[in-house]
């Protein structure tokens, strides 16, 4: 019922930036809230960033100050814009989506950072 397409991901050297997509597309009830996991090889998949659909807005310690996550309610899509890359940010990112206790999950997109 509901898709999430997700786009942004690459390869950058360390410091450098990249914004990262995901829109949304089905039946989304309006009260949701859209998050960015990541999980690096090996390693368990561990929370990014989340916003409300209100606006609200949560970060993991390790990205704070370094990533922004924000959202278009008309486009339903949510963006995370990664400044100051580091090599340990690097990962399969995954968008998801909760709404009337439903979970949904995009693809991943791979983000390498690396000289």
């Known amino acids: 019922q509901v898709q999430l397409v997700e786009s942004g991901g690459g390869l950058v050297q360390p410091g450098g930036s990249l914004r990262l997509s995901c829109a949304a597309s089905?039946?989304?009830?309006?009260?949701?809230?859209m998050s960015w996991y990541r999980q690096a090889p090996g390693k368990q998949r561990e929370l990014v960033a989340a916003?409300?659909?209100?606006?609200?807005?949560n970060y993991a310690d390790s990205v704070k100050g370094r990533f922004t996550v924000s959202r278009d309610n008309a486009k339903n899509t949510v963006y995370l814009q990664m400044n100051s890359l580091k090599p340990e940010d690097t990962a399969v990112y995954y968008c998801?989506?909760?709404?009337?206790?439903?979970?949904?999950w995009g693809q991943g997109t791979q983000v390498t950072v690396s000289s």
């Open positions: 089905g039946s989304i009830f309006s009260i949701n809230v």
């Open positions: 998801k989506l909760v709404t009337v206790g439903v979970s949904h």
């Open positions: 916003i409300t659909s209100g606006g609200t807005t």
